[in-house]
């Protein structure tokens, strides 16, 4: 049994994929060919904004949205304490500070009542300039942006909506990756609308913005390539990728009702064992993993294992108990701690079988 099975995703579209892999590459217009335009027209309309940027992976596409959004050395970006490293890399990155906020329980994501402790914090116990937060779609799920929206309007915060996880969420009618002044996403094969090596992309409705990130993504440029106006990256998504991703995004909204179909067949079969992820009303997650909570997590993981049934824990280490993070002084985010010792992620993909479900689940 695999984890993320991308093998039978590939059988399931094995025909249309080989045609576009082969079309691209006989283009020979490796960098920047046609698909590359075309797919950031389709993710735009799909999630509803005026502009997609596509880069090289999602790690670049926060460090897009930071760059246009002038984040800089003196300035405080509230992250959850509870994500993928690269949240808080970016940040850094920047020279900026990232400032860890604690999560909840239930989905994972931010709480806004740490959020405001912490940003009270910053406003009267440093110097640092409040300016933005990065709040994560974490394991697929929207972050509450009912709440996280008003607050940051309410203090001038600019809002990042990390979508790397989220891509193909809802809140009610809107989609994931269009709730910040920015939005970003990753296609990292294991992501839900995964490509073929890495990729990432950057959405927003903001059209001074999206023109600077067209420029940041390709060394700074001016009007012409070899103008360059700005310091910037090389950060461009390829053609290929793009082709990949034309296909994938097709069959996307089948594979998401088939996650949708998987996780509730975990939930009916394990709620009354584990505490089993809880999806927000009106949300809808993408199921980037599902992700159970229990005390013993190490023992079940071990005694799966030898079953021959994979799992894994997402994250075994808050951002603020991070080695690289060790410098910067932190108040505690108890939750996101506590979360790090019990959270156990389970085999979820679109693909996943009803037996496959029933075996793992009686296991448990
Ligand atoms: C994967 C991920 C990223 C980074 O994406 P890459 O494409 O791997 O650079 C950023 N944030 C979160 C929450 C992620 O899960």
Redesign the pocket.
């Known amino acids: 049994m695999q984890f993320r099975d991308l093998h039978r995703q590939y059988e399931a579209m094995k025909a249309e994929m080989d045609e576009a892999l082969l079309k691209a590459v006989s283009s020979t217009a490796f960098i920047m060919g046609a698909p590359v335009q075309e797919l950031e027209q389709q993710l735009a309309d799909y999630v509803g904004v005026k502009h997609c940027i596509s880069c090289a992976?999602?790690?670049?596409?926060?460090r897009l949205a930071l760059m246009a959004m002038d984040i800089k050395p003196g300035d405080a970006v509230f992250v959850p304490d509870f994500?993928?490293f690269?949240?808080a890399e970016v940040v850094s990155m920047q020279g900026a500070t990232p400032v860890f906020v604690d999560v909840n329980f239930d989905d994972f994501n931010i709480s806004v009542a740490d959020l405001e402790t912490k940003y009270r914090h910053i406003c009267n116990h440093t110097d640092l300039h409040p300016a933005a937060v990065i709040a994560?779609?974490?394991f697929g799920q929207p972050a509450d942006f009912d709440k996280v929206r008003p607050f940051c309007q309410a203090h001038s915060l600019l809002l990042v909506e990390?979508g790397?996880?989220g891509f193909g969420g809802a809140i009610r009618d809107r989609k994931a990756c269009s709730f910040g002044d920015i939005g970003?996403t990753?296609?990292?094969p294991a992501?839900p609308l995964g490509c073929y090596g890495?990729?990432?992309a950057v959405f927003t409705d903001n059209d001074d913005w999206a023109a600077l990130i067209k420029s940041f993504r390709i060394h700074g440029k001016g009007t012409d390539k070899y103008d360059n106006v700005r310091i910037g990256l090389n950060s461009r998504l390829d053609t290929l990728q793009a082709a990949v991703l034309q296909v994938k995004l097709r069959h996307f909204d089948d594979e998401l009702a088939a996650v949708n179909h998987a996780a509730s067949m975990y939930t009916s079969l394990l709620s009354d064992r584990v505490t089993t992820p809880v999806v927000g009303d009106g949300r809808l997650s993408s199921w980037?993993q599902y992700t159970i909570q229990l005390p013993d997590r190490d023992a079940l993981q071990a005694r799966l294992k030898s079953e021959g049934i994979p799992s894994m824990v997402y994250y075994p280490r808050t951002m603020s108990s991070q080695t690289a993070f060790a410098s910067l002084s932190q108040s505690p985010c108890p939750q996101a701690s506590a979360l790090s010792r019990t959270v156990l992620s389970l085999p979820m993909h679109p693909y996943i079988t009803d037996s496959e479900i029933e075996i793992i689940a009686s296991k448990i």
Do not use: H
């Not at 992976?57 to 926060?62: E, I, K, S, V, Y």
């Open positions: 992976n999602g790690t670049d596409a926060l994500t993928f690269a949240s994560v779609d974490l990390d790397a996880q970003t990753s296609f990292f992501k890495d990729g990432g980037a």
